[in-house]
C-alpha cells in the first residue's frame, strides 16, 4: 500500500514538472515570435496580424513613396508671358466640332448675321469701320471731330492692324463715351472655312484660322480698354455660315448692316449722303473712318441734320438687341 502511495506521487511530481517546463518553452517562444529570432540563430520571423486597420507606414512609403525635396518643384506663379497662344482645350473642342462641317451659305446676310436694331423707334446706329494695312491705315479726324461736336453716338469696328498704326488715337476714341469699340479682325479677312475670297482678299482657310481671326484682336481691344468686345463684324462682311456658328460660339454677336453707307470709301459726297437718308427705324449704317482722303464725312455731315430733322436719333449698337 506504502509503495502505492509512493509511485502516485512521483507520477504526479514528474507531470507537474512535464507541464512546467512545457509552459517555460511555450513563453520563450512567444517572447521569440514578438522581437524576432536570436542573434544569429538563422530562424524566420513570425509576425502576428494587426489589431488596427490603418496601413502599416513601411507599407504606405513603398506604395506611394515621397519625393526627395530635389525632385519637388517650388510652388510658383505661373509665367503667361512664357506659354504658347495655342488654344486651350475648349478651342480646341470648337475646333473638333466644326473641323470637318462644309459650309452650304457664303455672303453678307447668312444665319446669325444681325442687320437691325430690335426697335421700332426712329432711332439709327452709326457704325464706322477702321481696316487697317492695305485697306487704309488713315484717320477721319473730320468726321470724328463733327460726330463728337455734335454729340453723335456710333460704333467703331476696329482692326487690329489700324491700332497699331494708331495707339494714341485709339485709346482717346475708347475713352470718349460718345464711342463704343468692336472688333473688326485681327487681319481684316473675310470668315470662312476654306479661304473663299470676297472683293479679292482671301478668307481665312480654316476654324483654326476664324479663332485667330475673332479672338486675337477681342483680345487686345479687351487689354488696351479693360471692355471685351460684344459685336464682331469681319472684313469685307462676308461670312459662311459654319463660321458663322464658331463666331456665335466664341460668345460674340455678328453685326452686319441695312445701309451701305459709303461703299467701302468709294462712294462721293451726294452717294453717301443719298444712302443715308434711305436709313428707317432700327436701321444699321456702315461707313468707314480710316480714309481722310474720300468723301464720307462730308456726305455723312450732310446727311445727320436731314435724318435728325425727320426724327431720327442716333445710338451706339449696344443700346438695343439686335434681332
Known amino acids: 500500500m506504502a509503495k502505492a502511495q509512493m509511485r502516485e506521487r512521483t507520477v504526479c511530481l514528474l507531470f507537474f514538472l512535464f507541464v512546467m517546463a512545457t509552459l517555460s518553452s511555450c513563453e520563450v517562444g512567444n517572447r521569440e515570435a514578438a522581437h524576432g529570432t536570436a542573434e544569429g540563430s538563422g530562424a524566420p520571423a513570425v509576425t502576428t496580424t494587426p489589431t488596427s486597420t490603418s496601413t502599416p507606414t513601411a ?34 473642342s470648337l475646333i473638333e466640332r466644326y473641323g470637318n462641317a462644309k459650309p452650304k451659305k457664303w455672303g453678307e446676310n447668312v444665319p446669325g448675321v444681325r442687320t437691325h436694331l430690335s426697335t421700332k423707334e426712329q432711332v439709327i446706329a452709326l457704325t464706322f469701320d477702321a481696316c487697317g494695312g492695305k485697306e487704309g491705315s488713315g484717320y477721319d479726324e473730320k468726321l470724328i471731330d463733327y460726330l463728337i461736336k455734335e454729340n453723335i453716338p456710333a460704333t467703331l469696328f476696329i482692326n487690329a492692324r489700324w491700332i497699331t498704326a494708331n495707339k494714341d488715337i485709339f485709346t482717346k476714341l475708347a475713352a470718349n463715351p460718345l464711342f463704343e469699340i468692336e472688333n473688326h479682325g485681327t487681319e481684316h479677312r473675310p470668315l470662312s472655312v476654306n479661304g473663299k475670297l470676297a472683293y479679292g482678299i482671301a478668307g481665312t482657310k480654316n476654324v483654326s484660322d476664324v479663332i485667330h481671326e475673332v ?13 471685351r468686345p460684344l459685336f464682331f463684324r469681319s472684313g469685307t462682311a462676308y461670312y459662311d455660315d459654319i463660321s458663322a456658328g464658331v463666331v456665335h460660339d466664341l460668345g460674340f454677336q455678328l453685326a452686319g448692316y441695312n445701309v451701305l453707307g459709303d461703299a467701302g470709301a468709294t462712294y462721293n459726297t451726294e452717294q453717301v449722303y443719298k444712302a ?48
Open 59 to 92: 507599407l504606405v512609403q513603398r506604395e506611394t513613396p515621397t519625393p526627395s525635396a530635389a525632385s519637388t518643384p517650388a510652388t510658383t506663379a505661373m509665367d503667361t508671358s512664357a506659354i504658347p497662344s495655342s488654344p486651350p482645350s475648349d478651342l480646341s
Open 215 to 227: 479672338k486675337d484682336n477681342a483680345d487686345q481691344i479687351e487689354k488696351l480698354t479693360g471692355r
Open 276 to 323: 443715308l437718308l434711305k436709313a428707317r427705324s432700327g436701321s444699321i449704317v456702315l461707313a468707314h473712318m480710316n480714309h481722310p482722303e474720300k468723301d464720307t464725312a462730308e456726305g455723312i455731315m450732310r446727311a445727320i441734320p436731314e435724318l435728325q430733322k425727320a426724327g431720327y436719333r442716333f445710338v451706339l449698337l449696344t443700346s438695343y438687341t439686335l434681332n
